[in-house]
């Protein structure tokens, strides 16, 4: 139910993209009292509250918890029955603790600082001038912090049978029985031990020699026993050259170790 202001006749500082690095941005310049305008074309708050620090670490709180649980023999604590995870009650806690940080990123808030927010998406239409929803926006200097995508390797036919990424795999409601993760990351490593340990079967496919390859061999060496203990195929030194969609399923050829 928002409705962009008139624009001021000009504007010290315009920053295009309301996430972590331009709600800091704005804030800050408002502080010194510069006249400021926050543009943002989707949600506000970017990758941190939507689509990945907020998700990722409820998520990973449920995996540890399932991970305390399996391994409580080693500390004296015995656990009987099976344990059951609730996916989509996970998910849901997820969505709930976004809703409550949401408010501290909202646009009530930001304008009540003294901010011009403008929701649309902004695009220059002058040296000095951008454009939001018909608006014109003109500005002395200008911030670009849109952020990033994710980057969906060129492998054949991967677009055709579909792919996750952390744009959209927190909307998952849903354990998948099978999950083939490409990149073996710090961001591909949390995902393949959390839905490991919630009962899917995960394998990771890591280009180079170890996963996490740009830590310390040893912390690549130690997380690698961790993980074939949840059940993770890692694959190394290995790619994957073109993915089929068969009767619904998805099915990847891969190249590994020269075969």
């Known amino acids: ?6 624009p001021a006749p000009e504007y010290e500082l315009v920053v295009i993209g309301a996430g972590s690095a331009g709600m800091i941005a704005s804030t800050t310049a408002a502080r010194l009292g510069v006249k400021v305008a926050l543009v943002e074309k989707n949600l506000m708050g970017g990758d941190c509250l939507s ?3 907020v998700s990722s670490k409820v998520m990973l709180r449920a995996a540890k918890t399932v991970g305390e649980i399996k391994n409580a023999k080693r500390f004296g604590v015995e656990t009987a029955g ?4 609730d996916f989509a009650s996970i998910m849901e806690r997820a969505r709930k603790i976004r809703s409550q940080f949401s408010r501290y990123d909202s646009v009530q808030r930001f304008s009540k600082k003294g901010i011009d927010m403008f929701l649309g998406e902004g695009h220059f239409v002058g040296k ?3 454009e939001v929803k018909g608006k014109r926006l003109n500005f002395k200097k200008a911030i670009i912090a849109t952020g990033a995508r994710p980057i969906v390797p060129p492998i054949e036919g991967l677009q055709n049978a579909g792919f996750l990424t952390n744009e959209n795999v927190f909307n998952l409601t849903e354990v998948p029985r099978s999950m083939l993760i490409i990149g073996g990351g710090a961001i591909g490593c949390e995902l393949a031990q959390a839905f490991a340990r919630f009962g899917c079967k995960v394998t990771i496919v890591e280009m180079l020699e170890r996963i996490l390859p740009t830590e310390d061999n040893e912390t690549s060496k130690a997380l690698s026993k961790v993980f074939t203990k949840d059940g993770i195929d890692i694959k190394v030194n290995s790619k994957i050259t073109k993915v089929d969609k068969v ?3 998805k099915k990847t050829i891969i190249f590994s170790d020269g075969q």
């Open 1 to 6: 139910d928002w409705t962009n202001p008139e």
């Open 51 to 53: 689509v990945g620090c």
């Open 82 to 85: 099976t344990i059951k995870v």
């Open 128 to 130: 000095h001038t951008i």
């Open 247 to 249: 009767n619904g399923k």
